[in-house]
């Protein structure tokens, strides 16, 4: 006759549990680590986009953070006109972002390091650099921004 037996079945269904109860921890690391990189990169962006939105409009932008989101917008006579919202993703990270005010021309007042973090040990915070020109890079957490 074709097919398996009972003992057959077994011994596939017990490998195939091992292989799974390895590989959960790497694939939770994963997930954790995919988290925070994606974070990372959507604050760069929202940084970006500030950044280019002050150069185009010949204005400040201010990119501010509220509790749920990012804000990029500019303040004219008194006129508040928001650019721009972009939404926090996941409520495990934290972003340490100060009220960053781009001028003009694309520079900022100081150079910045702000870090995307999850408060895990196991897991590699990330930090975006931002030189007083204006110039950024994101880098992990344990080279900094030097």
Request: charged fraction near 15%; include cysteine; proline fraction near 3%.
């Amino acid at each position: 006759m074709r097919g398996f037996t009972l003992l057959e079945l077994m011994i596939v269904v017990a490998i195939v549990s091992i292989m799974a109860v390895l590989a959960a921890p790497n694939y939770m690391a994963f997930i954790k680590h995919d988290r925070l990189v994606t974070h990372a990169n959507q604050l760069q962006s929202v940084y970006k986009y500030s950044r280019s939105e002050a150069i185009k409009r010949n204005q400040t932008v201010i990119l501010q953070a509220k509790p749920e989101h990012w804000q990029a917008r500019t303040d004219v006579d008194g006129v508040t006109t928001i650019l721009q919202e972009f939404t926090i993703q996941h409520a495990s990270i934290t972003i340490d972002l100060p009220t960053l005010s781009v001028s003009a021309t694309g520079e900022l007042n100081q150079a910045y390091q702000i870090t995307v973090t999850d408060q895990d040990s196991s897991t590699i915070d990330m930090q975006l650099c931002i030189l007083p020109s204006g110039q950024s890079w994101l880098s992990e957490q344990p080279q900094g921004c030097a």
